[in-house]
């Protein structure tokens, strides 16, 4: 793979998509992003980046991208992800995560662009039989964020079907921690991923961390799952992309993750450890729709893409996030 590509990358502001842009523009790629701001932020985006502030359902204005960048691909990030909001407002995950990425596709065809990368969840799992899950166990989501996403996965097998187009729809686990040179991170105010409010906690932004069901079948009763270094993930999309391209012919559906998990007390556990320090923990009971376990068999992205992790260290994305927590203070007092 030695062609530069273009690369369009919606919701490029947010955390995963920040990365992204950076992981394409470390490979040699050139990003151009388009985000709505609604939860993403201007300065999260790498500065030699094309930026366009825009939503991804107004077709004139994605077609208008498409031509005048070039675009050889995209990366498709943006989305609504609060999984208990989805609960509470389906319409709204029905509508960002579904119907806009409808728009967005029929754009992609419109304008000849043959390749998407699509982030989607390990939440279209619902509550898996076994664990570690692997991509052809049922898709039984549980939740309409889930839902929301497993739509959109199907989408793009029917279109790829039909029209000159492939796709890689990658299902996320559990991400976490930030780029290891400070460049960006978690910045969503409110946000509900464990380790982003553990080191909320850990620099008093928060008094406590809350701790769902304690009586779960793991070790120590908490929830267990598989954490994924966002860096990681962020150079899994860059493969993918240029498996896409020198293969236009095959498409693929893979899960992202270690293929091994961690308690909520052993995270916790790893931020005492490397703040030296101990952080409040609240009890409470389960939420509903919370499995015991979810890990991912990650053997499909390793074997067809060749995608090693560099960042498999518990201790060293709670640094990367710390580090970063910290950065982030800097940037909203300054």
Known sequence: MTKKLNVLVTGGAGYI??????????????????????????????????FYEGDISDDSVV?????????????????????????????????????????????????????????????????????????DMPTVPINPYGTSKLMTEMMLRD???????????????????????????????????LLKIAVEAALGKRESVSVFGTDYATPDGTGVRDYIHVSDLASAHVIALEALVDDPQRSHTLNCGYGHGYSVMQVLDAVDRVTNNKLDRKMEGRRAGDPDALISDNSAIKERLGWEPRYDDLDQIVQHALAWERRLTDIQSG
């Open 17 to 50: 998509g920040s990365h992204a842009v950076l992981a394409l523009r470390d490979a040699g790629h050139h990003a151009v992003v388009i985000d709505n701001l609604v939860t993403g932020f201007r300065w999260a985006v790498a500065e030699d980046a094309v």
């Open 159 to 193: 279109v790829a079907a039909a029209h000159d187009f492939n796709y890689c729809t990658l299902r996320y686990f559990n991400v976490a921690g930030a780029d290891p040179q400070c460049r960006t991170g978690q910045s969503t105010v409110g946000a509900t991923h």
């Open 63 to 135: 077609q208008k991208i498409i031509r005048e960048q070039g675009i050889d691909a995209i990366m498709h990030f943006a989305g609504s992800v609060v999984v208990p909001e989805s609960v509470t407002n389906p319409l709204k995950y029905y509508y960002n995560n579904t119907s806009k990425s409808r728009s967005l596709i029929e754009s992609a065809i419109v304008g000849g662009v043959r390749h998407m990368i699509f982030s989607s969840t390990a939440a279209t799992y619902g509550i898996p039989e076994s664990s570690p899950v692997r991509e």
